[in-house]
């Protein structure tokens, strides 16, 4: 079965602080991760994509890495912000038997960032 | 550009009734999703169109779901009749055909089913 897994689901940090948050994944025929930030009230916004060959990416403050062997997946952010308090989704993309692209969705991490 | 939009934003309806969600996405894109997040758990795939063809709709709940795309632009997504189960948030995400991973995401309509 297809599935994401996110930790920690929550976390309050203060804002300057650096912070990881962690996601595992069984997901087939893998094809692409993403992270995706959430605002409360809005829909997801991709952050970063990693294709199986691809072990780092970075968007500013956001860091993510993959580990394709061991399945696992990190999204590392630093000198947190306020703006920055939201939910983190991690996201495995499926090649399904058509072609297309089928999403797996992890829980997400609600992280707050405490002045 | 223009995102994608829903409508309604919010829909409180009682345990029978019919609720029609819109979702227009961005001009040009002819992959169009809809999403599903219930309370507490992860959103979850519902359908697919490519145009105004259904490409994949495994994720569709059962047939009180009626999902069309008439013309290839916008979708609606009507669930008659409603039960309570069916409360939770929306998403509908479009992305272009040479794209196609990169899904760009609405911002939801929360269903509350009295």
């Known amino acids: 079965k297809n599935q994401v897994e996110q930790s920690p689901q929550s976390l309050i940090i203060l804002e300057g602080k650096n912070c990881t948050l962690q996601c595992n994944y069984t997901v087939s025929p893998f094809s692409n991760l993403r992270w995706y930030k959430q605002d409360t009230g809005r829909g997801p916004v991709s952050l970063t994509i990693?294709?199986?060959?691809?072990n780092t990416k970075s968007n500013g403050r956001y860091t993510a890495t993959l580990d394709a062997d061991t399945k696992q997946s990190s999204l590392h952010i630093t000198a947190s912000q306020l703006s920055d308090s939201a939910s983190y989704i991690c996201?495995?993309?499926?090649?399904?038997?058509?072609?297309?692209?089928?999403?797996?969705f992890g829980t997400g991490t609600r992280l707050l960032v405490s002045p | 550009e223009a995102g994608v939009t829903q409508f309604p934003s919010h829909s409180v309806i009682e345990k029978g009734q019919t609720v029609t969600l819109r979702c227009d996405p961005i001009?040009?894109?002819?992959?169009l999703y809809w999403y599903r997040r219930v309370m507490g758990k992860e959103i979850k795939f519902l359908l697919h169109?490519?145009?105004?063809?259904?490409?994949?709709e495994s994720g569709m709940p059962n047939n009180r779901f009626l999902a069309e795309r008439t013309g290839g632009t916008y979708s609606t997504l009507k669930v008659q009749p409603a039960e309570l189960e069916d409360s939770g948030v929306y998403f509908c995400?479009?992305?272009?055909?040479?794209?196609?991973?990169?899904?760009?995401f609405g911002p939801g309509t929360r269903l509350t089913v009295l």
């Open positions: 995400a479009s992305s272009h055909m040479y794209r196609e991973g990169t899904q760009y």
């Open positions: 996201v495995v993309s499926a090649r399904g038997n058509t072609g297309f692209q089928k999403l797996v």
């Open positions: 001009s040009g894109h002819d992959n």
């Open positions: 990693m294709t199986f060959s691809e």
């Open positions: 169109f490519v145009k105004e063809s259904k490409q994949d």
